[in-house]
Nanobody, 127 residues
Framework: QVQLVESGGGLVQAGGSLRLSCAHS????????MGWFRQAPGKQREFAAA????????YYADSVKGRFTISRDNAKNTVYLQLNSLKPEDTAVYYC????????????????????WGQGTQVTVSS
């Protein structure tokens, strides 16, 4: 059973930055694509970013492209999401999730493509 634990959320002013982390408990972490989603109050959970199993390929939602950066450290079983130039509309609970095994694409924007999820970490951006 895989467990994912997010951390790093908090309250930040508009224009500020945060770095989210997601610790993966499984031994095969380095073989799976990983993704970050977010869910704002009253809205559906939406895709934010994904990274290939090797870390060499990334993909972003248009709403975060150029501001957020996904990365991973396979030696530490951890995936990160660097959030820069934050806006009030980025306020949401952020979730990491495990994607497919050793796929060559990171265009994994559907929740159905992910099978394990963390509990989420709250990011609040004040104006």
């Amino acid at each position: 059973q895989v467990q994912l634990v997010e951390s790093g959320g908090g309250l930040v002013q508009a224009g500020g930055s945060l770095r989210l982390s997601c610790a993966h408990s499984g031994r095969a972490f380095s073989r799976y694509a990983m993704g970050w989603f977010r869910q704002a109050p009253g809205k559906q959970r939406e895709f934010a970013a994904a990274i290939s199993w090797s870390g060499g390929i990334t993909y972003y939602a248009d709403s975060v492209k150029g501001r957020f950066t996904i990365s991973r450290d396979n030696a530490k079983n951890t995936v990160y999401l660097q959030l820069n130039s934050l806006k009030p509309e980025d306020t949401a609970v952020y979730y990491c999730a495990q994607g497919p095994y050793m796929v060559t694409t990171t265009r994994l924007t559907s929740r159905d493509e992910y099978d394990y999820w963390g509990q989420g970490t709250q990011v609040t951006v004040s104006s």
